[in-house]
C-alpha cells in the first residue's frame, strides 16, 4: 500500500511537471546589453509553479551570465555567427519540443520567420529590440521580414516601433502587443549600495554619463560635437561602451582637443558611474526603448535626450525626470547642458517616475499574461 501511494505521488509530480510551459528564449549571448537584460530578468522571475524557462545562446558567453538563476537551464549551441545558427537553433526546438519560443534578436527573429510553419505544436514570440524600418537596412535580411506575420505575437516596447511595423511591413495590429520593458529596481539597488564614486570624476567638476555601444546608432559623434562647445567649462563626460567607431571616435576626440571626454570601454557595475552623475545623455539616433534611460532614471539621474524615434517621449516626463532636444543642434544642446546643471533635481521624483511606470511587478505580469493567452489560440 505503501508503495501505492508513493507511485501516485509521483505520478502526480510528473504531471505537474508536464503542465509547466517550457519556453525557449533565444538570444546570441547574454552581454551586457538591453535585450539580453531583460530577458535575464523576465527568465530570473516568471513562477516555476506555471514556467520552466530556459535560454538558447549562439555562444555561452555575457556579463549576464552570473546574475541568472541556476534553474534556468542555458542551451549552448557553440555557433559564433547568427548566419550559421539557424540549423542548430531549428533543430533544437525539434528535438526539445517547447511550448513557446521567445527570439529577443531582430536578425534571428528574422531568419526564423520564414520556418515558423514547420512546428504547428509551438507558439513563437518576437520581441522587436528597434524600430525595424531605420535598424536593419541589408536587403537580405529585410527579405525575412516577409515572413513576419507568422509570428503568432511581436511584442514592441513602444509606439513608434508598433507604427513602424504596422505602415511598412503590413503586419496586422492585432498581432502586436506594446509592452515596456521592465526595470529590476532590486538589483539595480543592490548595485547601487555597494558603489563608490568613480576615482575618474573630478570632485571640482561636474560629471556627465552616457553609455551605449560605440557605434553610428548611438550618436556619440554629435556628442563629441556637442562638447566642443563647453571646453572651457568644468564638465567631464564618461563614455561607457565599447564597440566598432572606438578608434574613430578617440580620434575624433583629438581632433576636437577634447581633453576632459574619457571612453571607459565597457562596465561591470554602470550604476556606480550613474549614481554619481551630475547628468545622463542619450544621444541615439533611434532607439526601440532604451534601457539605460530607464535605468538612468532608476538612479535617480536627470536625463538629457535626443529627440529621436524609439518611445523616448514615453518615458521621459519633462522637467521630472528628463527632457528632450535636438542634438543635432550641437550648440543649443549644450546651452541646455548648462541651463540643466544650474537646477537642483530630486533624485528620488526621479526614481518615482520611473518606477510607477516600468517596475518589473508591473511590466512581467503582461509577459506572464502573454504567454498564457497565445496558448489558447
Known sequence: MLRLFQFIKNSKTLAEDRKKITIIFILPDLETGGAERIVTTIANHLPREKFEPKIL??????????????????IDIQTPRIRHSLKPILREIKRRKP???????????????????FFPNTKFIARETNVVSKHVTRKEIRFFYKFYKNYHRIICQSDDMMNDLIENFSIKKEKIFKINNPVDFDFIEEKLNISKKPESFKTDFRNIVAIGNLSSRKGFDNLLKVFSHLKGEKIQIHILGDGRDRELLLQMKTDLYLENVIFHGQQKNPYQFLKFADLFILSSRYEGFPNVLLEAGACGTYSLANECPGGISEIIQTDVNGEILDIEDHRQFAEKILAVLKKDHNRESIKNSVRLRFSKELILIKYENLFLEVLKK
Open 57 to 74: 545562446l549562439l555562444r555561452k558567453e555575457g556579463g549576464y551570465l552570473e546574475f541568472l538563476n541556476d534553474d534556468v537551464e542555458i
Open 99 to 117: 511550448d513557446i519560443v521567445f527570439t529577443g534578436f531582430g536578425e534571428i527573429n528574422a531568419y526564423l520567420s520564414l520556418f515558423i510553419r
